[in-house]
T-cell receptor
């Protein structure tokens, strides 16, 4: 059973703070990792993807991957009220025929002005 | 169009009826995916198309669900004899290639309500 686990939250942070979102996955051979943002009633929107161990930065967002610990995280610096949304972690399992993404349940982030 | 387009945006149907949900992917994207998202859950994979063929339909819950993509572009998800448990948001996504590093872009979804 391939699983992706996230703390459902809600995670509340004050405006301007760093928000840290965490995700663990069960399939050790997983190769690609994605973070999607989903506003209430809207579809998921891709914000970050990472394939290699270490950090990947894009603007205020940093994705961190540790394959040995089967852990991927998303840091949001200088959090804004507009960042308030549910953040979905998604993992692509190994195998040439595996193109499906396995999603976690998402972490609800609330940025307090 | 610029993004993945899904129609209708909302569909209310009676238990036992047949429904069709349509997805128009981003132009040029060969890979197309259907997912289902229930309230408070992440999207759940249903089926993946590469071109016209269903390369992976392992996520379809039972034989009441079927999807086609006859010309390798628009796809239709078909649900027969709908049940209340089928109520969810059905999401379509597309990507430019099916490799491990593909990024899938989602449409706005069709909210299906079975009453």
């Amino acid at each position: 059973q391939k699983e992706v686990e996230q703390n459902s939250g809600p995670l509340s942070v004050p405006e301007g703070a760093i928000a840290s979102l965490n995700c663990t996955y069960s399939d050790r051979g997983s190769q690609s990792f994605f973070w999607y943002r989903q506003y209430s009633g809207k579809s998921p929107e891709l914000i970050m993807f990472i394939y290699s161990n270490g950090d990947k930065e894009d603007g205020r967002f940093t994705a961190q991957l540790n394959k040995a610990s089967q852990y991927v995280s998303l840091l949001i610096r200088d959090s804004q009220p507009s960042d308030s949304a549910t953040y979905l972690c998604a993992v692509k399992p190994p195998g040439a025929g595996s193109y499906q993404l396995t999603f976690g349940k998402g972490t609800k982030l609330s940025v307090i002005p | 169009g610029a993004g993945v387009s899904q129609t209708p945006s909302n569909k209310v149907t009676e238990k036992g009826k047949y429904v069709e949900l349509r997805c128009d992917p981003i132009s040029g994207h060969t890979a197309l995916y259907w997912y289902r998202q229930s309230l408070g859950q992440g999207p759940e994979f249903l089926i993946y198309f590469q071109g016209t063929g269903a390369a992976d339909d392992s996520g379809l819950p039972n034989d009441r669900f079927f999807a086609v993509r006859p010309e390798g572009s628009v796809s239709t998800l078909k649900i027969q004899r709908t049940e209340r448990g089928d109520s969810a948001v059905y999401l379509c996504a597309s990507s430019s290639n099916p490799g491990i590093r593909n990024e899938a872009f989602f449409g706005q979804g069709t909210r299906l309500t079975v009453v």
